[in-house]
Nanobody, 122 residues
Framework: QVQLVESGGGLVQAGGSLRLSCTASGRTFSSYAMGWFRQAPGKEREFVAAIGRTGGSIYYADSVKGRFTISRDNGKNTVYLQMISLKPEDTAVYYC???????????????WGQGTQVVVSS
């Protein structure tokens, strides 16, 4: 069973920055692509970013391109989401996700973290 634990969320003013982290249990982290998704109040969960198992493939949602950067450290079983120039519309619970294959996609896999709240005030 894979466990994903996110951290790094919080309250930040518009224009500010946060870095989210997600650490996975087990020995299979480097075998899978990883992704970040988010869910705002009253909205469906949406794709944010994904990274292939070696970092060779990366995708971003159009809404975060140029502001968010996904990266991973396979030695630490951790995937990161660096967020800059945050906007109030970035407010959401952010979820880490282990994808089903080795290459990044916009399709979520079966394993989710518990989520970390990000609130951006105007």
């Amino acid at each position: 069973q894979v466990q994903l634990v996110e951290s790094g969320g919080g309250l930040v003013q518009a224009g500010g920055s946060l870095r989210l982290s997600c650490t996975a249990s087990g020995r299979t982290f480097s075998s899978y692509a990883m992704g970040w998704f988010r869910q705002a109040p009253g909205k469906e969960r949406e794709f944010v970013a994904a990274i292939g198992r070696t970092g060779g493939s990366i995708y971003y949602a159009d809404s975060v391109k140029g502001r968010f950067t996904i990266s991973r450290d396979n030695g630490k079983n951790t995937v990161y989401l660096q967020m800059i120039s945050l906007k109030p519309e970035d407010t959401a619970v952010y979820y880490c996700n282990r994808q089903r294959g080795i290459s990044a996609t916009r399709t979520p896999g079966d394993y989710w973290g518990q989520g970390t709240q990000v609130v951006v005030s105007s």
